[in-house]
T-cell receptor
Framework: GENVEQHPSTLSVQEGDSAVIKCTYS??????FPWYKQELGKRPQLIID?????GEKKDQRIAVTLNKTAKHFSLHITETQPEDSAVYFC?????????????FGTGTRLQVFP | EPEVTQTPSHQVTQMGQEVILRCVPI?????FYWYRQILGQKVEFLVS????????KSEIFDDQFSVERPDGSNFTLKIRSTKLEDSAMYFC???????????????FGPGTRLTVL
């Protein structure tokens, strides 16, 4: 069935360092890959997304890369700050006519130490 | 900026009781979703809803669950007879249009924490 694997489950970095979170998806028909940030007790919020016709996308300190052949996609955060500390979820969707259900990864708890 | 809202923020119920979780999606959105997140686990898809009908549902969404859009603004999730394992955070989400047309970000509500005793 549809599945998204995410690694690592926890990640600790020093402020200013980079953080990389990796995901693998199983359904080759997936064509949309969002990343959500979830702070403790709050709703998931979209931070960046990428579509299958693009290999890389950047937004300031955040970038996402996609390798469709390997069915991998990754989140890169540069110059990390303490406020980046949160749980990050990757997700995949194959965009049907009337539904875009998201299949989420298991999450990565990122801790940025000052 | 418009947001998805959900009520109540926390619902405590006895096993076997019915609960209704309420959501108000963003007003011009057409696609609606319910997800759940058991404490410390990943977010799981429950059901999607478009054009006043269910478009897809997961294995979790069995006969105990139902969804409804009773008017032009509310979107509800009903659990007919709650079980202990239904305890979770339930998120409603909405999006303006599907992936194939672009601009399909799903906006999540703040969630309803359901505790079944």
């Amino acid at each position: 069935g549809e599945n998204v694997e995410q690694h690592p489950s926890t990640l600790s970095v020093q402020e200013g360092d980079s953080a990389v979170i990796k995901c693998t998806y199983s359904d080759s028909a997936s064509n949309y890959f969002p990343w959500y940030k979830q702070e403790l007790g709050k709703r998931p919020q979209l931070i960046i997304d990428i579509r299958s016709n693009v290999g890389e996308k950047k937004d300031q300190r955040i970038a996402v890369t996609l390798n469709k052949t390997a069915k991998h996609f990754s989140l890169h955060i540069t110059e990390t700050q303490p406020e980046d500390s949160a749980v990050y979820f990757c997700a995949a969707s194959k965009g049907g006519y009337n539904t875009d259900k998201l299949i989420f990864g298991t999450g990565t708890r990122l801790q940025v130490f000052p | 900026e418009p947001e998805v809202t959900q009520t109540p923020s926390h619902q405590v119920t006895q096993m076997g009781q019915e609960v209704i979780l309420r959501c108000v999606p963003i007003s011009n959105h057409l696609y609606f979703y319910w997800y759940r997140q058991i404490l410390g686990q990943k977010v799981e898809f429950l059901v999607s809803f478009y054009n006043n009908e269910i478009s897809e549902k997961s294995e979790i969404f069995d006969d105990q669950f139902s969804v409804e859009r009773p008017d032009g603004s509310n979107f509800t999730l009903k659990i007919r007879s709650t079980k202990l394992e239904d305890s979770a955070m339930y998120f409603c989400a909405s999006s303006p249009r599907p992936i194939r047309t672009g601009n399909n970000e799903q906006f999540f509500g703040p969630g309803t924490r359901l505790t079944v005793l």
